[in-house]
């Protein structure tokens, strides 16, 4: 296991968290960030992250665009929810759509972790075409296949997509 994975384990691992993550489309494009999980890995989702107790969905989601995109935004609608449970990580994790309210698109940091282990690697607004260039164990299950960015919003329900390997 190396030095990140081991900081990964024992900073997100071998308990349920919850987190909320935000689905920010901009001419015909979806914010997606690239996050390092090992040397040769690779994953890329939404900007979210984990819930701090006391703080509503709404604050939760804003401090994560905050942090990671430097973005300013409100949230609209929730989308779906969806399980990721690859042991050790196992989450809950809540999909809103937002809105752009201000602030300047940067690659910003996860605070949780040492700026050594720093998990972001790219960010950027990826059309269709470039989303689905992504193999599909290097992105979020959720958008693995789409056709359509309008098909983000026809999301209702609950997921799980049988990724978990505890049967």
Sequence with gaps: MTKLEKELVDKFGGRLRTRVNGILIKDDKILMIK?????????????????????????????????????????????CAHEFLEPPLHAIELFFEVEQMGGELKMGIDPELHESMQLITEIGYLNLENLNLIKNEEKHPLFWGIKSLNDVGKWIGYFNFENNSIK
Excluded: C
């Excluded at 994953?43 to 995109?69: A, C, H, I």
């Design 35 to 79: 996050h390092k999980m090992s040397a040769d890995r690779f994953f890329w989702n939404v900007p979210g992250g984990g819930m701090k107790y006391g703080f509503s969905v709404d604050q939760n989601l804003e401090r994560e665009f905050s942090e990671e995109t430097g973005l300013k935004i409100k949230v609209k609608k929730f989308i």
